[in-house]
Each structure stands twice: as structure tokens, then as C-alpha cells.
């Protein structure tokens, strides 16, 4: 069973910048993309950004520019660097596979990015 642990979060004014950590347990990480989404209150949950295992990234028209997603696979860990953060950006973020690598996992807690002045 694999664990996903989503950290990072908090509340950060228009503007500011987050990096957010995933945390993958098992050695399975390696061979899946991966990717980070989102869902904010009484929206969809939506794929903001992918990274495949050979590295090669995708993002979302609404984050191209601001947001970049990096992987360290000796640490199963993926990264999200959120820049230029807007108020619309407010939302639960979580990682999972790239949907394109087969049946998701089971989702982690999430971790809360709220954009306020």
C-alpha cells in the first residue's frame, strides 16, 4: 500500500511563494509519473502539473510561468515550487500518479495553500 504525505502548505499573501514536498513510501516511486493537484471549495479536483520518469514536465494554463515540479527519486519525494501565487491558487493541494500511469493511489491528507492579504 502506498503512502502519500503532502507538506508544505500555510497561508502566504498574493505575490509570495510556497514549495510544497510529497512523500512517497515504497520503492515504486521511480518508474510512475507523477503529478500535483489541486481542489479548491466546491470545485473539481484538477491536475496542475505533471513530472514523468524521465523528467519531462506538463503544467496547467492557469500555473505555466509560476509553478515548477521537480522529483528527487532517491528520496521518493516530488516537489512543487509555487511562485507569483494568486488568491485563486487557494486550494487543497495533492500528489498522486500522473493520471496517465494507470489506476491512482489512494489520496494523502493534503496539505491547505491559502493566498490572503
Known amino acids: 500500500q502506498v503512502q502519500l504525505v503532502e507538506s508544505g502548505g500555510g497561508l502566504v499573501q498574493p505575490g509570495g511563494s510556497l514549495r510544497l514536498s510529497c512523500a512517497a513510501s515504497?520503492?515504486?516511486?521511480?518508474?510512475?509519473?507523477m503529478g500535483w493537484y489541486r481542489q479548491a471549495p466546491g470545485k473539481q479536483r484538477e491536475l496542475v502539473a505533471v513530472i514523468r520518469s524521465g523528467a519531462s514536465t506538463n503544467y496547467a494554463d492557469s500555473v505555466k510561468g509560476r509553478f515548477t515540479i521537480s522529483r528527487d527519486n532517491a528520496k521518493n519525494t516530488v516537489y512543487l515550487q509555487m511562485n507569483s501565487l494568486k488568491p485563486e491558487d487557494t486550494a487543497v493541494y495533492y500528489c498522486?500518479?500522473?493520471?496517465?500511469?494507470?489506476?491512482?493511489?489512494?489520496w494523502g491528507q493534503g496539505t491547505q495553500v491559502t493566498i490572503s492579504s
Open positions: 515504497g520503492s515504486i516511486f521511480t518508474g510512475y509519473g
Open positions: 498522486n500518479k500522473d493520471p496517465y500511469s494507470g489506476s491512482l493511489w489512494a
